[in-house]
């Protein structure tokens, strides 16, 4: 993991990359070269972190739900820009059988929901303390909004 001055020569390709890994030295924040590794390793629903062998720090563990480097007093953030016109998109996932599947595709019932994920965040957003009701396939389920610990994934068409 090598790592650059945010404000250094080592910029993401704004076509193709809509974020930025920086870890923070005490001073400033810094690039994080070829974080296309942790991006990948981010993107999965179930991630809490990564670890990573690092030349100046040795081995690290990123944990993603803390935003820090456990057990160095370096902090983690992840930047992120949309391109012009391109709108946030929040996808809402359940565990089911030992694996994440997004709201509105088939689980291992293979019986689709009522709801997808657009319908959820209209939810949400309309009352993020209240619940919302769908069924899959002759099940109703009520998903509580209180008991949920958002997380923030983007992803881009």
Not at 52 to 79: C, E, H, P, V
Request: glycine share 8%; aromatic share 14%; proline share 4%.
């Amino acid at each position: 993991m090598a790592a650059t001055n945010s404000t250094g020569s080592e910029t993401s390709n704004s076509a193709t990359k809509h974020y930025q890994w920086q870890i923070k030295d005490g001073r400033q924040w810094l690039n994080i070269s070829h974080d296309s590794v942790i991006e990948v390793h981010y993107s999965k629903p179930s991630a809490k972190g990564i670890k990573l062998f690092t030349q100046n720090y040795g081995n690290i563990f990123l944990d993603f739900d803390k935003m820090a480097i456990k057990s160095l007093k370096l902090k983690l953030r992840r930047n992120t820009s949309l391109p012009p016109g391109q709108k946030e998109q929040y996808l809402w996932y359940f565990f089911d059988n030992k694996c994440w599947y997004e709201y509105g595709s088939q689980g291992t019932a293979n019986a689709n929901a009522s709801m997808g994920s657009p319908q959820i965040e209209q939810q949400y957003q309309t009352n993020p303390q209240g619940t919302c009701q769908f069924t899959v396939g002759q099940t109703s389920y009520i998903l509580d909004f209180r008991g949920i610990i958002p997380g923030i994934y983007l992803f881009f068409d």
